[in-house]
């Protein structure tokens, strides 16, 4: 199965970088494409808006489940219709000698897992 990975590494401390990735309210500050609402915390169902391209005005939206909250190390949600097609978006933070490695991975599952990895490839190159 194909998975989505990329990482940066950003000159701030991990709890910066923490405070910036779990304010889902600010998203739409930083992310041309994507709007959350809701909490970070193990269990919460967030609402998670999406639009395909900035230049449209038009969301979809949905819920998705938080599967791991580790302040400031790991958050990690799941979306999708189970077996039918499910992707777990999930964001590692490693400290290092000049502030953080940030890593992004899109894990995809089911049997339209071809489509979830096109639409989320698609989606990181029009940022």
């Known amino acids: 199965m194909t998975e989505l990975k990329t990482s940066i590494r950003l000159k701030a401390p991990p709890l910066q970088v923490w405070a910036v ?10 992310h041309a494409l994507l709007n959350l609402d809701g909490t970070a915390a193990v269990g919460s169902e967030i609402v998670y808006s999406l ?4 230049e ?3 969301y979809i939206n949905t819920e998705v ?6 302040e400031p190390k790991k958050l990690a949600w799941r979306i999708g219709l189970p077996k039918l097609i499910v992707m777990e978006e999930s964001f590692k933070l490693e ?9 992004h991975e899109i894990k995809p599952s089911g049997v339209l897992s071809w489509l979830a990895v096109r639409l989320a490839g698609h989606r990181l190159w029009k940022i």
């Open 21 to 30: 990735l779990t304010a889902f309210s600010d998203y739409t500050r930083w």
């Open 51 to 54: 639009r395909r391209t900035a």
């Open 56 to 58: 449209r005005s038009h």
């Open 65 to 70: 489940l938080i599967i791991e909250c580790e």
């Open 95 to 103: 400290a290092d000698d000049s502030g953080t490695i940030l890593q």
